[in-house]
């Protein structure tokens, strides 16, 4: 279900990511889906970010839509970024699989309420 590509020094528990995804694509009415994270340093998703978004900076987390071979798609965080901005990884992975399920939160106030709201009910049932 979750294929994780740590590519930095941080220590993670698959199983919590694995609990993580299970509950928010339970709650979304998701068959069970595959994910792949991958946890990069600044530099790499500076790069990254640079070269699909057009911005030149590091983010705490991108999210790349897949659907190829029942893979819903790929998560990129930054643990660094994500430490700088004072928000938990289980948060932005969170935000990630909301932005598969196509979830945008730069389309509209209305979208972006209805996502963070979500984002809080999921993060809520895994504290």
């Known amino acids: ?39 990069v340093g600044k530099k790499e998703i500076k790069k990254i970010n640079k070269k699909f978004r057009k ?27 994500v430490k700088e901005k004072g928000e938990k990884i289980e948060e932005v992975f969170i935000h990630g699989i909301l932005h598969l399920l196509g979830y945008d939160h730069e389309k509209s106030k209305s979208q972006a309420e209805e996502m963070e709201k979500r984002q809080e009910k999921y993060l809520s049932k895994i504290k």
């Open 1 to 39: 279900m979750i294929e994780i590509n740590n590519l930095t020094k941080i220590h993670l528990n698959k199983g919590t990511f694995s609990t993580v995804a299970k509950k928010v694509l339970s709650g979304e009415n998701r068959r069970t889906e595959n994910i792949s994270l991958a946890l």
């Open 55 to 81: 911005k030149d900076k590091a983010t705490d987390v991108l999210s790349f839509e897949l659907k190829d071979k029942n893979l819903l798609g790929e998560i990129i965080i930054c643990p660094e970024v």
